[in-house]
C-alpha cells in the first residue's frame, strides 16, 4: 500500500495556492482562474477549500472551538491520506494533518488551523467489497476501518452472534477516533478500555509511512497509538476482539443518598463474578429525574424520586447490568437478586428494565435523536471528563457534587460516577491514569447555549483548582490544555516516552495540532 516517491501534481497545485492565499491575505480560493487551474488536475473530488467543507470541519460538537482549515481531504483509499502526508513531509514548511470522524471531540481537538482536515467517513463509501467491516467467526476478531461507527461495528457482529466486550456509551463513534483516547464505560472495570481489546492495527504515520503493528509487530508503535490523542499515525484498520454476544440484558438502576454507602456498594460489585456493567450518576434537586441519555423512571416513579430529591437535594443512581440469553432465561431474575442482597439503596427505589443487548447498547442515540428535535444537539459542550482515585472520591463528592455543582446549581446535563480498576490497562499504551488499583470516572456532560456556557466553563475550571488545592490528584480523560507544562504534568513519567515516540513517528510535528501538544495554536 505504499505510495510513489515523486510528489502527486495535484498536491502540488494544492500547497501553491495554500501559500499563495495566506500571502495575499485570504483564507479561501475563490479566485476562479486557480479554482480552475486546480480543477484542471482533477483534485476537486478529493480536496475541498470551499465553506461548506471548510466549515463543517472547522469546529465540533463541543462547539466551542473554531479553526479553519485551509482543505478537507475527502480520501478514496488509503493512498490518498499517505500521499497527503509524505507531501506535507516534504514542505519546507509542512502544513499539519488532522484525521476527523464524526467530530465528537468538545475542544476542537479533531481540527487543523490552515493545515488540511481528512475526512475519515469518506472512505466508508469506496471499499471494493462494500464493506469496511470483516468478521472471523473462526478468530473470534473484526477487521474493522478507522472511520467506521461503532453502531455499524454492532451490527454488522450480532449477524455472527458476536460482539466486541468493551464499548462506549454512545455508538456513533469512530473506530479510530475511541481507540485514539481510549474507549471507556461500564464494561470497563471488567473487559478494560476499548484499548485494551484491541488485537493488531494499520496506521499511517506522520512520515506516511504505513505499517502494522501488533504486541509482537512494530511494538512501539501500537502502544503508542492507543490512546496517542492523534499525535503519532493515522488508524485506518483495527482488529477487534470479539465473544460472543448476550441476547438480552436486566438493567437495574438503584437510589442512594448517602454517597459512602453508593461508593462502597459500587467497589463491592466490581469485585465479585456475575455483572458485565456497572455505571453510576448523580440527581440533583434542580434537575428531572429523567436526562437525555437515560429515560428511565416512569412518571409516577419520577414524582416519587423528585419528592426523595426535596429531602436529600442529592442522590446517587448505581446502574448494574445483567447479560442473559436463552441458557440462564429461567434464573437470570435469581441471579439478579443475589447481586441485589447485599446492596444498601434506598428501600423500595430498584427499577428494572428488560431490554435487547442492541437496544441497551445503543440506549443513548434515543436522547439524540430527542434533543436534536427540539434543536438542543448543536449547542455548546464544555464536558470535563476525569479519573480520580478512589483514595480522593470523597473528598471529591463534598468539594465538587456538593461543594461546587450543587451549590451554584447552573448544570444542565448528566454527571456520571462509577469506579474501575487499573489491572484491565496496559501501561505500555499512551493512555494516563491514576497510580491506585481503583480509579472513578467522572463525566461532567453539561450543555449550554452559546450565550451561557462560559459559566460552565468557569465552574470546570473551578472544580480543577479544587482538584489541585486539595491533592487531589486526577487525570483528564479527553484532556485539554493549553501549555506544554500542563501536558508534562498530565503524561507525568510517561512523557519523555511520548515526546521521543512523537520524534520517531512524527518527527516534524504535522499530525493532529487540535491537542495543542506540539503544535501552539
Given at each position: 500500500m505504499a505510495s510513489s516517491c515523486l510528489i502527486p501534481a495535484h498536491f502540488i497545485v494544492f500547497f501553491i495556492v495554500s501559500r499563495l492565499m495566506s500571502i495575499i491575505g485570504k483564507s479561501r480560493r475563490s479566485n476562479d482562474s486557480l479554482t480552475s487551474e486546480i480543477d484542471s488536475f482533477g483534485v476537486r473530488a478529493k480536496l475541498r477549500y470551499d465553506l461548506e467543507a471548510t466549515g463543517l470541519s472547522s469546529s465540533d460538537y463541543g462547539n466551542i472551538v473554531q479553526e479553519i482549515p485551509s482543505a478537507v481531504l475527502f480520501p478514496t483509499s488509503i493512498d490518498d491520506i499517505i500521499e497527503l502526508i509524505k507531501f506535507s513531509n516534504k514542505c519546507p514548511v509542512p502544513f499539519n494533518v488532522a484525521a476527523r470522524g464524526h467530530g465528537h471531540s468538545t475542544r476542537g481537538q479533531a481540527t487543523a488551523h490552515n493545515g488540511v482536515v481528512v475526512n475519515m467517513l469518506s472512505l466508508k463509501k469506496h471499499y471494493k467489497n462494500g464493506s469496511g467491516i470483516k468478521v472471523s467467526t473462526s478468530g473470534n476478531y473484526a477487521d474493522v476501518g478507522g472511520e467506521q461507527l461503532w453502531i455499524d461495528v454492532l451490527n454488522a457482529t450480532l449477524q455472527h452472534g458476536l460482539a466486541p466486550v468493551s464499548w462506549t456509551d454512545y455508538l456513533y463513534l469512530t473506530v479510530g477516533g475511541t481507540l485514539s483516547n481510549a474507549g471507556i464505560s461500564g464494561q470497563t472495570f471488567l473487559y478494560g478500555p476499548q484499548i485494551s481489546n484491541i488485537l493488531e492495527m494499520d496506521v499511517i504515520t506522520g512520515k506516511g509511512d504505513f505499517m502494522t503493528c501488533s504486541r509482537g509487530k512494530n511494538s512501539e508503535l501500537f502502544y503508542a497509538v492507543l490512546g496517542g490523542l492523534g499525535q503519532f499515525g493515522i488508524i485506518?484498520?483495527?482488529?477487534?476482539?470479539?465473544?460472543?454476544?448476550?441476547?438480552?440484558?436486566?438493567?437495574?438502576?438503584m437510589l442512594y443518598s448517602d454517597f459512602s454507602i453508593f461508593t462502597r456498594d459500587q467497589e463491592h460489585l466490581i469485585s465479585i463474578k456475575g455483572l458485565e456493567y456497572l455505571e453510576g450518576s448523580v440527581m440533583m434537586d434542580y434537575t428531572p429525574a429523567n436526562n437525555w441519555r437515560s429515560s428511565f423512571f416512569s412518571p409516577a416513579h419520577e414524582s416519587q424520586i423528585s419528592s426523595l430529591l426535596k429531602k436529600h437535594g442529592i442522590l446517587y443512581c448505581l446502574d448494574m447490568v445483567k447479560y442473559y440469553d436463552d441458557e440462564i432465561v429461567n434464573s437470570v431474575d435469581k441471579e439478579v437478586e443475589m447481586l441485589?442482597?447485599?446492596?444498601?439503596?434506598?428501600?423500595?427505589?430498584?427499577?428494572?428494565?428488560?431490554q435487547t443487548y442492541a437496544d441497551f447498547l445503543n440506549r443513548v442515540r434515543r436522547g439524540e435523536i430527542t434533543l436534536k428535535s427540539k434543536g438542543l444537539w448543536d449547542v455548546p459542550h464544555p464536558w470535563l471528563n476525569l479519573f480520580v482515585p478512589k483514595s480522593c472520591i470523597m473528598d471529591f463528592n463534598a468539594g465538587v457534587f456538593v461543594g461546587i455543582i450543587h451549590r451554584q446549581k447552573i448544570t444542565t446535563g448528566p454527571l456520571l460516577i462509577y469506579p474501575t480498576t487499573r489491572i484491565k490497562w496496559d501501561d505500555r499504551m499512551s493512555a494516563v491514569i491514576p497510580d491506585e488499583d481503583i480509579f472513578y470516572c467522572v463525566g461532567l456532560l453539561r450543555s449550554g447555549s452559546f450565550n451561557d456556557w462560559q459559566d460552565l466553563d468557569n465552574q470546570n475550571n473551578?472544580?480543577?483548582?479544587?482538584?489541585?488545592?486539595?491533592?487531589?490528584?486526577?487525570?483528564?480523560?479527553?484532556?485539554?490544555?493549553?501549555?506544554?507544562?500542563?501536558?508534562m504534568k498530565h503524561f507525568g513519567s510517561k512523557w519523555n516516552t511520548f515526546q521521543e515516540r512523537k520524534a520517531q513517528f512524527d518527527p516534524r510535528m504535522i499530525l493532529s495540532p487540535g491537542q495543542r501538544i506540539f503544535n501552539a495554536v
Open positions: 485506518t484498520r483495527a482488529r477487534i476482539l470479539l465473544a460472543k454476544a448476550p441476547k438480552r440484558v436486566k438493567w437495574v438502576r441485589q442482597d447485599r446492596l444498601n439503596y434506598i428501600p423500595g427505589f430498584a427499577f428494572m428494565k428488560d473551578e472544580i480543577l483548582e479544587f482538584c489541585d488545592r486539595a491533592g487531589i490528584k486526577m487525570k483528564q480523560y479527553l484532556p485539554h490544555y493549553k501549555s506544554k507544562e500542563e501536558w
